[in-house]
Structure formats: C-alpha cells, structure tokens
C-alpha cells in the first residue's frame, strides 16, 4: 500500500510515481459499507447544502440593514453562505469518487485536479476562520454593546486571509514545479497538494496549515466561555430583554452554534494536533539524526491511513457547512423575532407592573427590527421596570422610510445619562446629565417626542416629568451634522437588540406634547 497522502512529502518518493501523473498510488485496501456511506452522505451535503446555502445566500443579499452593526453581520453572513455553497458544491467530485470505488473519476483529469485542489486549499481554512469570526463578533456586541463593528477591517480579513492561502499555493506550484504539485491519492480519496521528498520549506507550509485549521477550536471555546459569562452577569442585574426566559434562549442559541462548530472541529483538531506531534518529531530527528521518522509508525492502521484524512478535511467541513443554515435562522430568530409573536404576553410576565400594561395598548418591545412609527406625530412612549445603577441602556434609533439614519436616544441607567445620535458626540462615551433628575421609582414611563414648529426639539419626559428640552443647534450639538439627520422625517424606529432595559412601548397622544410645551411657554411668559 501506497502511503502517500496530504500531509506525507516523505514517502511520495516510495511510491515509484511521477508528478506527470494525477494518480499517485494504488487502490487501497478499503471498506466498503463505509465508502458507500460517507459517499451517500457526501451527496446529501452536496444536494441539500448547495440549496440551503444558495437560499441564505439570497436572503442575506435582499436583506435591508439600516445600521453599521446590521451591515456588518450582513457581510459576514453573505461570505460564510458563499464559502459554504463552494464546499457543498465542490463536494461532487469526491463523493462520486467514494461511489466508485475510489477511482479518481473527475479527479483523474489532471486540469480538474489542480482546480479543485486548489480552491480546497481555501475553503476549509476560509470557512473556519469565517465562522469564528461571526462568533467573536457576537461575543463583542455583547460585552461591549455600543461598539460599531467596522465592517472594513472585516473585508480586509475576508479578502485578505483567502488570498494569502491562494498566493502561497500559487507561489508553490510556480517555483517548485519539480519538488511539489496538487495530485489525487485513493488513499485518502481527493486531490492535495503533495512533495516529493521531505523539503523542509513544504514541512514548514504544512505546519502552519495544521495551525491554521486546528487552533480556531480554541478561541471559538474562549468566545463561548466569555459570552455565557456575561449573559448571566446581565441576568443578576436585570431580566434580560423583557423576559427571564430570554436569557435562556440567548444561552442556548449561543451554545448550539458553538457545539456545532465544536463537534465537526474537534475531530479536524485532533488529527492535526496528532499530525503536528508527527511533524515535529519527524523534523527534529531529521535536524539531529539525519534520520526522517516514518508517517507509517503514527497512522499505522487502516483506518487512519485511508479515513482519518477525508473525514476531518473533506466529510465533516462539508457537513458542518451544510448544517450552517439552520444555526443562521436559529441566531436571526432569536434577534429579530417580536416577543409578542413567540409568545402571548400573559401570566407572571406582566405581573412586573401594577398598572397593567395589557389591554392599555402596550406592546411588548421586539429587538432588532424595523417598526413603523412616525415619532413627530405620535410621541414614543416606552415602560422599563430598571432599578437606577443597573449597567444597561434604553436604546431607540429612527429612520426614514427609506431606511437612511435619522439619530437614536441612548439612556444610561448606571447613572441615567442620555446621548442622542448625531447631535452629541463624537463617541458614545460622551454622554450628558439629564435637565431634572427622573423619578427615584424603578417602574418608568419614559416619553420621546419631536417637535419641528420652532426648530427641532427633542423632548423626553419620565412619568410626567419633563427631564429633558433640548433644541438642536450649533451650540447645543457637537456633531457637525445633526442638521443633515434630524431634518429627515422620522418613518421607522428599530430597538437595537442590545437594549436590555425597554419592555413596552406603546403610541403616545401628541395633545399630551403640546400641553407640555404650553406649559413650558406659559412658565416662561410668567
């Protein structure tokens, strides 16, 4: 038996085979019941991922974002469900590979050979790399909740990472033609990039690929750890979105992503941390005893030889893509989903206010979507139960109809501060003291209302007082455009999904707004 493989430069000079040849070693001594399984398998993550994925990839590309976060995990989910249908598409070739008994098939055409095995190069890594990326990116939204992700260093790593792999493959087959090509071995049943001899530079190239594709398990278990931590440290301090349960789906769903992604990993993992162990034993033996260790005396049984290979590296990348949807719609659902459609707003989670909101025209606030609201007609009123000092924010931001930014109130209940989008500024850090203190109770009623008869007038009260006038001008703004924003006509408001002290919010009387300007005039004239 042939024992050239992926991760075998030594023993390629064993085989007796010249690189003029796409095929570089001999039928192996296969089972059959398992190529026909993994086989099938391979076909069904050909078929149904390149569906779902393609379906992500069009919902995800219609999707209208109206905010720098929005945009950037819209970008990030249109790269993965690209990276994603590549894999489930590419997969062809290999599973009609594994139904014929391992003959190359397409894989035998040298052109299609070094194609393939090129963009296979990428897309595991890629694919990888992706997904961590989107966990650590919904790790940082919440811990820090006002952080604007820059969706340009996002392109420069989605680029960038790729192209790095490719230029480095590329580089390989143009100036070591004669030691290293991309080959097809039955033995581990896809093409691979491939040594003749033990070079010490394609040893180093093939250890930072098991770095590559081993190491993100790690971070991933960090990210994990860290999210988890914090969801319950906001669950001490304040029922999380509205409802105690909600932590509980937070948790959930962040668990499910990530022991999706750890349970077709690990095993990717694990073999290359077993392959790295080889690697280095091999090249140390090498340095000091001119002595190369045989791969055969680590991957010495069949299973290992002839599945360990196209299991990690081909079968569970591929499944893992496929299934990758499905975590998609799971995490969307959970962000964008109004908690008055999941559930009916009925028993003890309403029991939070005395005045009982149901049947008084409250709604229970959905996170994360668009709700149509003209706010200079109709002033927004919103219920928070949040006791002063609690480490969370109000956060309402407004649109027009066409979904370009108008601004957004921020309210701080550490210290009950407030910032308003493009008016204060430059950051989030720079928040201002409200007019009057608000009430000492928990249970508020806060109402936001625009005023536009005499300039552009942010009112908010908080249970019928009046904690803040504020008409927006050179002087009272900081940020240079707040005329260019606060001049849009207010058509659609979003509660981010990060507001963890809003829980009802209803339509208020604009009679209310003006008596309250009347009064605010009448007092003056007195």
Known sequence: MSSASQLTPHNLNNSNKSFNSTSTSTTPTINVTADIFLGVVCCVCCVLGSLLNSVSLIFFSSQHTATSNRRYFKCVYLVISATDFLVCVSLAPVAESFLSGRSPVLLGDDTFCHGWGTLWEVLPSHSVFSVMVLLWSRMLTICRPLKQLDIRKFFLLSVGYPSFILARILVLLCFYREEMDIIFSSSVNYCFLAASQADPLFNALQFFTALQLALPVLPVLICFIVTIYKLRKCRKKVRIFGRSRSFIRAANTTLLVVTLYIIFNIPVFVNYCYYGYWLVRACFSKLSRDQWVDYSDYYNTEFLFNYSWVITYVVCVAVNSSLNPFVYYRMLLFKTQPHHVLQPLSGPSVDRFASGPIGQGWIAVPKGILIDYDLENSPLEIKTD????????????????????????????????????????????????????????????WRISLDRSSGIRILIHCNDVEVLDLVMSDTTCTNNFWKTYWSRNVDKMEFKSHDAASDFYKQGHKFATNYHLLDTFERKVC
């Open 386 to 445: 949040t006791a002063k000092g609690t480490n969370v924010f109000l956060i309402v931001w407004f649109l027009t109809a066409a979904n370009e930014d108008v601004g957004g109130i921020w309210i701080d209940f550490t210290d009950l501060r407030y910032f308003i989008w493009f008016c204060s500024g430059p950051h989030t850090s720079s928040y201002s003291d409200l007019q009057t203190e608000p009430p000492a109770e928990d249970n508020k009623t």
